[in-house]
């Protein structure tokens, strides 16, 4: 049998041992496993206490069943759901006796998510927003994805697909009719119009998203500078709690220590980097590299310094903010300048002087970073190049349209065909397994 012609199961809630555990199970005999497990079939999308029983009768819990039939449900399959108590043994044995019926199997990562995409439920950016949502961390991380799951992106890419082919209708019935005088013009123009029309909304919308679809991964801000400035305190200081070693001994940290922080919804992701100077140390020295490899590939560095001169020593390309720490050490206060005559922040990692400013730049920095945000319709990389690919092809088509109608065709035809792997309705296979995998078994 056909694994996607197969009855899957699997624990749907978080992991055991919890008050309620939701095992959910979808497929054609979904149907035959509720009424062997509860006696009957419960009515439709009406919760309904029973007690599980296995074959023998034996009692396996006193349970919530809640049945949904086909199409009328999540995957587009029947679906029944079990709610049972959520202890381990509890779901050993459900699990067990789920097992035993004929073609029924627990499922993959990302299965039940598959089969709602091929059976029609949502498109391929709901699924994406879906398996974002899940993984959302920060509230922005988590409004974002509920726009992709709610589908603002799918139906703006269904109505683009169908402009598109549309125009494409106009411009090969002009093709078709080619030998009847003024029809071809009359046919082309308006076509002309639905696709000049169409690049600009696309445009728009590719320009005004800054890097929405980073707000998935966050931003990366790598602390930086020679040993013993104040890194590591922080570092600390923003997580608050002790995330680093702190020593007054110099290279005291050997590797790269991340971690994550919610700013203001933005999630950015914090690297404390050893501390850049000569030594004969090879630990050290590999420290140091890796030091120098993971700032020049972050968006933002914080370069710690304690004394007026400042000498930053960065490889990469992102912006470099001068940070300079322990001015409660310092007896009198310097000024907000250094050597190139750029502003720098003044602070004190351990007493907090001057971090609310510090932490208020890093915000608005991330808000210019990621762009407007609230209004992104790009969730993914894939989604933006495969908007580009469309935004290619129908400017491309404006162009030759002169040369030939027939090329303006070819050029509609790629542009409908990139909104169409957009939505996973065409010539996708090859990135379905790779995207479904990533999601956690159950969903």
């Known amino acids: 049998m056909h694994p996607r012609d197969q009855t899957i199961f699997a624990l749907s809630s978080g992991r055991p041992p919890s008050a309620i555990a939701l095992v959910r199970v979808s497929g054609s005999h979904a149907a035959k496993i509720v009424t062997a497990l509860a006696g009957k079939l419960p009515t439709p999308r009406m919760a309904t206490r029973a007690l599980l029983k296995d074959v023998s009768q034996r009692p396996i819990d006193d349970a919530v069943v809640l049945w949904f039939p086909a199409p009328a449900s999540a995957t587009g399959e029947d679906v029944a759901e079990l709610h049972v108590h959520g202890g381990r043994a509890v779901l050993s044995t459900l ?13 993959e990562p990302g ?6 995409f091929e059976n029609g439920k949502l498109d391929l950016t709901e699924a994406e927003g879906l398996d974002d949502l899940i993984h959302a961390d920060t509230d922005r991380q988590r409004r974002q994805a509920l726009r992709q799951l709610k589908g603002l992106l799918g139906d703006r890419a269904r109505d683009w697909r169908a402009r598109i082919i549309e125009a494409s209708a106009l411009i090969e019935a002009g093709i078709d009719f ?21 690049l600009g909304e696309i445009e728009e919308v590719l320009a005004g998203q800054g890097r929405s679809e980073r707000l998935r991964d966050g931003l990366v801000v790598a602390i930086a500078g020679p040993p013993n400035v104040g890194k590591s305190t922080l570092m600390n200081t923003l997580a608050r709690r002790d995330v680093a070693i702190v020593s007054p001994h110099a290279g005291t940290t050997r590797d790269v220590i991340e971690m994550q922080l919610d700013l203001d919804g933005f999630p950015v992701t914090v690297i404390d980097t050893a501390g850049i100077r000569e030594t004969e140390d090879p630990v050290e020295q590999e420290g140091i590299r890796r030091a120098r490899a993971r700032a020049a590939d972050a968006d933002l560095v914080l370069w710690l310094a304690d004394g007026s001169a400042v000498s930053v020593q960065h490889d990469g390309t992102a912006p470099v903010w001068t940070v300079r720490n322990k001015i409660d050490l310092e007896a009198e206060s310097r000024p907000l300048a250094d050597a ?8 004190s990692a351990s007493r907090g002087d001057g971090l609310p400013e510090l932490i208020a730049a890093l915000v608005e920095f991330a808000q210019s970073y990621f762009g407007s945000g609230e209004a992104g319709l790009i969730g993914r990389t894939r989604q933006r190049t495969l908007l580009q690919e469309t935004a290619v092809s129908l400017r491309r088509c404006i162009e030759v349209i002169g040369e030939g109608e027939e090329l303006a065709a070819e050029e ?8 169409g792997r957009l939505l996973g309705r065409v010539d996708v296979e090859d990135i379905l397994d790779v995207i479904f995998r990533e999601f956690c078994v159950g969903k």
């Open 95 to 107: 699990f067990a006796v789920l097992s035993e019926f004929d073609n029924v199997r627990a499922a």
């Open 111 to 116: 299965e039940f998510t598959r089969r709602a």
């Open 178 to 198: 080619s030998d009847e005088g003024d029809i071809p013009t009359e046919l082309i123009a308006p076509a002309l119009v639905k696709v000049k029309t169409l």
């Open 340 to 347: 190139s005559g750029e502003k720098v922040f003044q602070i």
């Open 412 to 419: 509609l035809r790629r542009a409908a065909h990139a909104l």
